[in-house]
């Protein structure tokens, strides 16, 4: 398989439920971004991870909660959702971080918080 | 002011047309512009940027950006039904430590009719 993938593509959760969300990227890159993105308002960057570390994390809430085991790998680990989190949320990777203006996108993981 | 602003549409137009979509951006300190093409359900795909002033041309797509006015333009000619995507102009910033994010527009959502 090639470039970013994501799983699940859809995930329906109560709020008091526990998921989480998987991004794998194929391409060797060095920089891996989560995104929110919600019907009429601009991508959110939620998180940035170089090299496994975490050097970015943009005022998000503590209920949605990052992993980078490795430099393949990110995982958006969530729980006691609220239903303004229902949106689609994008994995991306980079190069490197000063590369950020060439990021390439998994296909997203459509949630629902019922 | 937001940094990157961007007329979300809907914008419908008959195939063949010329397209244009557009951007503005609040910090003349910007360099890089980018262009990302969104087709429904899927990520965003990068599809052209340019570095500083001046035109970028690929097939039927052109980049154009006046820093002068600080303003940035994707062209499509003889637009097809495959070009039916939402388009978001994407500009990345500076945000410390060595890391870029890239800022977004809303996106336009483009609609090409046989």
């Known amino acids: 398989e090639t470039g970013v993938t994501q799983t699940p593509r859809h995930l329906v959760m109560g709020m008091t439920n526990k998921k989480s969300l998987k991004c794998e990227q194929h391409?060797?890159?060095?920089?891996m971004y989560w995104y929110k993105q919600s019907a009429k308002k601009p991508l959110e960057l939620m998180f940035v991870?170089?090299?496994?570390?975490?050097?970015e994390n943009n005022s998000v809430p503590s209920r949605f909660s990052p992993e980078c085991p490795n430099s393949s790998h990110l995982f958006l680990h969530l729980h006691t959702l609220q239903p303004e989190d229902s949106a689609l949320y994008l994995c991306?990777?980079?190069?490197?971080?000063?590369?950020?203006?060439?990021?390439?996108f998994g296909p997203g993981t459509r949630l629902t918080v019922t | 002011q937001k940094e990157v602003e961007q007329d979300p549409g809907p914008l419908s137009v008959p195939e063949g047309a010329i397209v244009s979509l557009n951007c503005t951006y609040s910090?003349?300190?910007?360099?890089?512009f980018m262009w990302y093409r969104q087709y429904s359900r899927k990520g965003p795909e990068l599809l052209m940027y340019?570095?500083?002033?001046g035109n970028k041309e690929d097939g039927r797509f052109t980049a154009q950006v006046d820093k002068s006015s600080k303003y940035i333009s994707l062209f499509i000619r003889d637009s097809q039904p495959s070009d039916s995507a939402t388009y978001l102009c994407?500009?990345?910033?500076?945000?410390?430590?060595?890391?870029?994010?890239?800022?977004f527009g809303k996106g336009t959502k483009l609609s090409v009719i046989p």
């Open positions: 991306a990777s980079s190069q490197e971080m000063d590369r950020a203006y060439e990021q390439y």
């Open positions: 391409l060797g890159h060095n920089a």
């Open positions: 991870y170089s090299l496994e570390e975490r050097v």
């Open positions: 910090n003349s300190a910007f360099q890089y």
């Open positions: 340019t570095y500083s002033s």
């Open positions: 994407a500009i990345p910033t500076y945000s410390g430590a060595g890391s870029y994010q890239l800022t």
